[in-house]
């Protein structure tokens, strides 16, 4: 199968693939297993990016450890024997030249070789029991919301976040120490406590937002890839969340939105009151055509809703929803259309 060719390099600072390697119950690890998978022509390449991640991290014995060093050394006079001969311009014969070609195969690796050599210098054994020892993992700490409700919940600093249905938020030990960074999954609402000393940031898709001290909300939509920032008062700015991107940044006043896009990360205004009215937790239908209900849902609870029953796109709705769940909201409409809903996988809804 064609698809994306991945470098040992570029998969070690991929915070998602690390995540996966150091924590095999996380979200990512559904995405990477079925990414592998899909690349088994890759796989000797993701086993030794896992490798490096695991011996970065102190999670190889004193023998893996040693045994990915000789490997980086040989790879390394590899590489200083073939860069002599192209030097001093000598040819290649029938058996050097498949040589050649595994050793421009793993070319990528070679950047990273001195860095896991120094590494590897940097361990101690205790007592000759051979245990590594290792600075100790970070402690993480992640919050999530349920399916159809929202979530308020406070950070350490005084930061009010409240997540949207199935999102979730997490943040480490070192949070509000030097700076305060969360990283975002779903959509949530920020309330950010104010300390110019610290700056706020929160990565969600493929953007970055920091702050000092200000109110935003953070959308991605299901199944979806892009991520929007809409300000309501304050000042931020959106980068991208990938610290290599050429990609400009741009400062968010109040009334605007910023969202990623193919030519960079545009602005444009949006309505407030939507989000105003969401924060407020109160949803009210007035004689609405159920199609346009329909869409609202989807966006105020974050799911996908499908009215696979065409003939109710046009009967109305007319109730107030103050403090409800999105399956009391359902149960309620479907009741008066004499409809029902399902939830399928992916967490999507059927009208019927």
């Known amino acids: ?81 073939f860069e002599q001969k192209e030097i001093t311009g000598q040819e290649e014969d029938s058996k050097t030249a498949p040589v050649k070609s595994l050793y421009r195969r793993f070319l990528p690796l070679t950047a990273v070789a001195a860095a896991v050599i120094i590494v590897f210098t940097l361990f101690f054994f205790n007592g000759g029991k051979g245990e590594a020892s290792v600075t100790k993992p970070l402690a993480v700490t992640k919050e999530q919301s349920s399916f159809g409700q929202r979530r308020k919940l406070q950070l350490p600093d005084g930061t009010t976040v409240t997540l949207n249905s199935l999102a979730s938020i997490t943040w480490d030990e070192n949070y509000n120490k030097q700076d305060r960074r969360v990283s975002l999954s779903g959509s949530a609402f920020f309330e950010v406590a104010k300390n110019p000393a610290k700056p706020f940031t929160v990565t969600s898709g493929q953007l970055a937002t920091t702050a000092l001290g200000t109110s935003f909300y953070v959308h991605t939509a299901p199944a979806a890839t892009n991520t929007t920032v809409s300000l309501l008062e304050g000042k931020i700015q959106v980068a991208p969340s990938d610290s290599k991107s050429f990609v400009k940044p741009v400062i968010v006043i109040p009334g605007e939105e910023a969202a990623w896009s193919k030519a960079g990360i545009r602005k444009q205004s949006f309505d407030a009151s939507g989000v105003q009215e969401w924060l407020s937790n109160k949803i009210v239908f007035n004689k609405t055509p159920l199609q346009q209900a329909v869409k609202k849902l989807s966006e105020w609870y974050n799911v996908e809703i499908i009215l696979q029953d065409k003939s109710l796109a046009k009967q109305t709705v007319t109730a107030t929803y103050e403090n409800q769940s999105l399956q009391d909201v359902l149960s309620v409409i479907c009741f008066s259309l004499n409809s029902n809903y399902k939830i399928q996988e992916q967490h999507t809804i059927v009208i019927y």
């Open 1 to 81: 199968m064609q698809g994306k060719i991945y470098t040992v390099e570029e998969l070690m600072c991929d915070e998602s693939f690390v995540n996966f390697c150091l924590n095999a119950a996380g979200e990512e690890t559904l995405q990477w297993k079925m990414v592998m998978d899909a690349l088994p022509e890759q796989k000797e390449v993701f086993e030794q990016a896992a490798k490096m991640v695991w011996l970065l991290h102190g999670k190889l014995s004193k023998e893996d450890v040693e045994q990915q060093v000789r490997q980086v050394q040989g790879m390394l006079l590899l590489r200083k024997t």
